[in-house]
């Protein structure tokens, strides 16, 4: 735009500079021609009064004329006898001028000989006529030419200079007001200095007030959002999680190969019924939230704890350690026997735990826990289960790592296939876990057997790198798009990016069918470098996405700071979405959100038929799960 | 030239009738009749009075209508009226000329510059001469009151602007110039 208005201000100037100095040339040509014809008339009257002066004698006509034409400035001198023949005919060449010949030949001062009657008394000797050079006046109108066109074009440069400084004064922000509409597009919420000039300035105060506005509604949206997810994941009397969060979280950390084990410590409060019976509805509450209290300093003690209501009396408590079970419930049992609330109203509170849970349904290890906690009621109020983890077997891990290596360097791998559809069965990606066969000729073995190990074994970029290349080769061989899971260990490694796009770059046509995706669980620090390998991975036409999100509502605009495509939403957000309506509404806030972000939900580990077409009627772009399956 | 003398007055009204009738005879007759004729016109119509008393300022040339408006006039008056005169019934204009003479005049004996218009039949003839201080039209030999001094006419005065356009600057630039600018609006031609 401001191309064409510079184009267009330079074009006036040129034409107001070439038509000054044209009609400048034109009228002081004009008054040198005139001056010229009078200069003509006068010489022809002064020099005819003095011949005729001269009685007709030819030499003093001669003499007089002559020296009247070179003392003057004439080209031709003639005097005609009546007769019409020349008398008398002197001629000069004009002096060269200064003015240029073809300022001369393309400007003509056209004027005619001035004229007059020479008589000796009352005899008629002829007619005397005499025409001026016209060098001179060439040359003063060649000098006010030039003088005129260098003021102009001086004045010209000036105003040129004025336009253009003007101009860039408005360029500057008007380029920011674009690069704030441009961003508000992509759905970042910037603000753009003010400009000095007025009706820009309302126009940046205005797109400043938009984006300010279009702020407040996503944050309180995001408000929404985290005040729903509490509800749905919130015990409301004593602030816990609920049973539904905490054994989905519990059964997401048992499945986690990579912790160490868990703890899992379940109380009670003895007779709970009885109790509210004698004492009334609020000092149960009180008691129980006494109980609350003690689990919660623990949670907030010890990052990953866990803590929930399982139902009106069971409490239960998920530390992420083995092998502190046992002293940890001692701990509780003996904190709450001292709890003033809980002695003022007579409550005992029973402790059951279990140590060292790994690779176990949630279901199992509750029920272990609980058997601890049957023992301890019929016991002294306090019992532990003990048993080994896998990972707590030093030895046993290092052959595992030596099984590992073995097996990706024998290229034992395989890689699983779950279908992601889109709501018209359109298939979006298969999601590709990688499977290990451990022992040659073995079973491959799901991630879940062998990944923790890996992990503290640092052999992740090894790992992600083979499901990558085999995702590549199936993606070559059916053309079917796939996604391929990216640790944040392998991700956050300095040159690991690199060596993804060099396989990348060896692949574009597959690439272009290929998604990264990493957990949404990454620490800020980790954001920027999963930002720039994401956009590396763009650079050569991967899609980036995040999976198992949705536990922090409030942070999801972060994902889209880091650059991902899609938003996996992990299951424990999307169970029960068609019977729990907590769940349905934050599962619609997420919806909202993401696609406020202008980014693409998906669902993760849809079971049910029924849930499924709920969160078709919400929106979301496409699932997974055991409930969505690939038309035959 | 009747709408001129309109603008003038009911004296250049009235003379206009008469000066038609003089150049429609005058056209028909020889050349030294016309001179005759047209000479005995003016200076019978017009009282001869210095400029200063006719027109309040010094030297003003007027029209042929501008004089008999006024029934007086200067020298050159007379002899810009006979000029356009005779040019209009028909002499040819390289026959005449107006001249700047010196004249002693009868009464005084005293030398006074002066105008008048000479008539040359043909080239190196003495030319006759029209004048207002003597009425007769008499030879150029038989005036010694008169020397010549200076002579022109209306040959080549429009050479380069055409039809002298009322708007050209150059022709408002003499009296001369101005006076038969004005002589040939009045429609002498």
Redesign the interface.
């Known amino acids: 735009m401001t191309r064409r208005v510079e184009l267009l201000i330079a074009f006036v100037l040129l034409l107001a500079l070439l038509g000054s100095l044209g009609i400048h040339t034109m009228t002081a040509r004009q008054a040198l021609q005139l001056q010229l014809e009078l200069h003509n008339r006068d010489a022809a009257s002064a020099l005819a009064l003095s011949l005729s002066q001269q009685r007709g004698d030819p030499v003093s006509l001669r003499t007089v004329a002559a020296a009247q034409f070179d003392l003057g400035h004439y080209r031709s001198l003639r005097l005609l006898g009546d007769d019409g023949r020349a008398m008398l005919e002197l001629r000069q060449q004009p002096p060269a001028g200064r003015a240029p010949a073809w300022f001369v030949r393309s400007l003509p001062l056209s004027t005619h000989p001035g004229s007059a009657l020479v008589s000796d008394g009352w005899r008629s000797i002829g007619r005397l006529e005499i025409e001026s050079h016209t060098a001179w006046a060439h040359d003063v109108l060649w000098d006010a030419c030039v003088r005129t066109a260098l003021l102009l074009t001086a004045l010209v440069l000036a105003a040129g200079g004025l336009a253009a400084w003007l101009l860039r004064l408005w360029r500057r922000p008007l380029l920011a007001t674009v690069a704030q509409a441009q961003a508000l597009e992509q759905g970042r919420f910037v603000e753009a200095e003010l400009p000095r000039l007025p009706e820009l300035r309302q126009l940046t105060q205005s797109m400043n007030t938009t984006v300010r506005r279009l702020r407040e509604v996503f944050g309180a949206q995001a408000e929404q959002v985290t005040l729903l997810q509490r509800q749905a994941q919130v015990d409301p009397v004593t602030g816990l999680s609920s049973r539904r969060h905490f054994v989905g979280q519990l059964q997401q950390r048992l499945g986690d190969a990579a912790a160490p084990g868990v703890a899992l410590i379940l109380l009670r409060v003895a007779q709970l019924e009885a109790l509210n019976a004698r004492l009334g509805h609020e000092a149960t509450d009180r008691v129980l939230g006494a109980v609350a209290d003690v689990l919660q300093t623990y949670v907030e003690r010890v990052p990953d704890t866990l803590a929930g209501r399982l139902n009106g009396s069971d409490f239960g408590l998920c530390l992420p350690v083995s092998g502190l079970a046992a002293e940890t419930a001692a701990s509780i049992h003996a904190t709450l026997a001292a709890a003033p609330a809980l002695r003022v109203a007579g409550a005992e509170v029973l402790v059951g735990a279990t140590d060292s849970l790994s690779g176990v349904a949630a279901g199992a290890a509750l029920a272990e826990a609980d058997a601890a906690l049957a023992r301890a009621e019929a016991g002294e109020g306090l019992a532990v289960d003990g048993r080994a983890g896998l990972a707590a077997d030093p030895a046993g891990a290092r052959v595992w790592r030596a099984q590992i290596a073995e097996a990706l360097a024998a290229r034992r791998t395989r890689l699983g296939e779950f279908p992601v559809l889109a709501p018209d069965g359109g298939l979006i990606h298969l999601e590709c876990p990688l499977r290990v066969q451990l022992e040659a000729g073995g079973e491959f073995q799901p991630a879940a057997r062998w990944l923790a190990l890996a992990r503290r074994s640092r052999l992740m970029p090894e790992v992600d790198l083979a499901a990558l290349d085999l995702a590549l080769q199936a993606i070559a061989a059916d053309g079917r798009p796939r996604a391929v899971h990216v640790s944040l260990a392998s991700a956050t490694l300095p040159g690991f990016a690199a060596e993804v796009a060099r396989c990348l770059q060896a692949a574009p046509d597959a690439t272009r069918l290929l998604s990264l995706e990493w957990a949404d669980a990454a620490r800020p620090a980790d954001l920027r470098a999963l930002a720039e390998a994401a956009a590396l991975w763009h650079r050569h036409g991967a899609r980036v996405g995040a999976e198992h999100a949705g536990a922090a509502a409030q942070q999801l605009p972060r994902l889209q700071d880091a650059g991902v495509d899609y938003v996996k939403v992990d299951a424990r957000h999307v169970r029960d979405v068609a019977s729990d309506e907590a769940v349905h509404a934050y599962a619609r806030s997420l919806v909202a959100l993401i696609h406020g972000l202008g980014l693409v939900a998906l669902a993760e580990g849809v079971e049910d038929a029924g849930d499924l077409a709920a969160l078709w009627a919400l929106g979301f772009d496409g699932a997974t799960g055991p409930a969505v399956r690939l038309p035959d | 030239m009747q709408v001129t003398a309109q603008r003038l007055g009911p004296a250049a009204v009235a003379a206009v009738p008469p000066l038609q009738a003089l150049l429609a005879s005058a056209r028909a007759a020889e050349d030294g009749e016309r001179l005759q004729r047209i000479n005995r016109f003016f200076n019978e119509r017009i009282v001869f009075r210095s400029d200063l008393g006719v027109w309040g300022e010094e030297d003003r040339w007027a029209s042929p209508l501008e004089a008999l408006a006024r029934g007086e006039g200067d020298c050159e008056d007379y002899a810009i009226a006979k000029y356009a005169s005779l040019l209009a019934a028909g002499v040819p204009r390289?026959r005449l000329?107006l001249?700047y003479v010196r004249a002693m005049l009868p009464e005084t004996g005293i030398p006074q510059p002066h105008m008048v218009l000479?008539y040359?039949a043909e080239?190196?003839a003495?030319?006759l001469i029209l004048d207002n201080l003597r009425p007769e039209v008499l030879p150029?030999s038989q005036r010694p009151d008169l020397?010549?001094?200076?002579?022109?006419?209306d040959?080549?005065l429009w050479?380069?602007t055409g039809d002298a356009p009322a708007g050209d600057?150059?022709v408002r630039?003499s009296r001369w110039r101005e006076v038969w600018r004005r002589t040939q609006e009045e429609g002498w031609r």
């Not at chain 2, 020397?147 to 006419?153: E, H, R």
């Open positions: 390289r000329r001249v000479a040359h080239v190196g003495d030319p150029a020397t010549p001094v200076f002579s022109f006419n040959e080549g050479q380069g600057p150059l630039l």
